[in-house]
């Protein structure tokens, strides 16, 4: 079903870029929906998720502010959701030792084992994305990277 029958749209877009960004913010929502869906069953959310993953893929504590930056949605309220993170157990906060203004966040063992758990649903997510094939993936990753320049 195309963008314009999805929103319930009458008039034609101004132009195909109108229309490319109406559909990738839709698209976005639809998106996730699906992801929250899936990670609702062991009770995250899609920032929880990213941080664990950036977490994950590093082998030293990272400050809030490299978290921040590393993050998919880059929303100011990290601090708070790394808190109830902590508070969850899927991640440790200690005092930097060599500046002690800032804060280092590591994955817990709990948090790597929530993980090892969610690998599970790897392929209800890679589900999401089976109406285009690798090539069509390929090219969509491509025209993304070009759109943001």
């Known amino acids: 079903m195309g963008i314009k029958r999805e929103i319930g749209q009458r008039k034609p877009f101004r132009d195909n870029r109108h229309k490319a ?3 990738l913010l839709y ?6 929906g699906k992801l929250r869906a899936l990670f609702k069953q062991y009770d995250l959310t899609e920032k929880q998720y990213n941080i ?8 030293k504590p990272l400050t809030t502010s490299v978290i921040r930056n590393r993050l998919l949605d880059k929303m100011s309220d990290t601090t708070r959701v790394i808190e ?3 508070k ?3 991640v440790v906060k200690k005092v930097n030792k060599t500046d002690r203004r800032l804060v280092d966040i590591t994955l817990s063992n709990k948090g790597e084992q929530l993980l090892l758990d969610t690998d599970k649903i790897t392929i209800e997510v890679d589900a999401i994305a089976t109406e285009l094939t690798l090539e069509e993936a390929g090219k969509l990753s491509d025209l993304l990277d070009k759109m943001r320049g």
């Not at 698209?27 to 996730?32: A, K, P």
């Not at 993953?53 to 082998?59: E, F, N």
Request: net charge positive; proline share 0%; glycine share 14%.
């Open 27 to 32: 698209t976005n929502g639809w998106l996730v």
């Open 52 to 59: 664990l993953r950036i977490l994950k893929g590093t082998d």
């Open 84 to 86: 109830r993170m902590m």
């Open 88 to 90: 969850k157990g899927l």
């Open 21 to 23: 960004i109406v559909n």
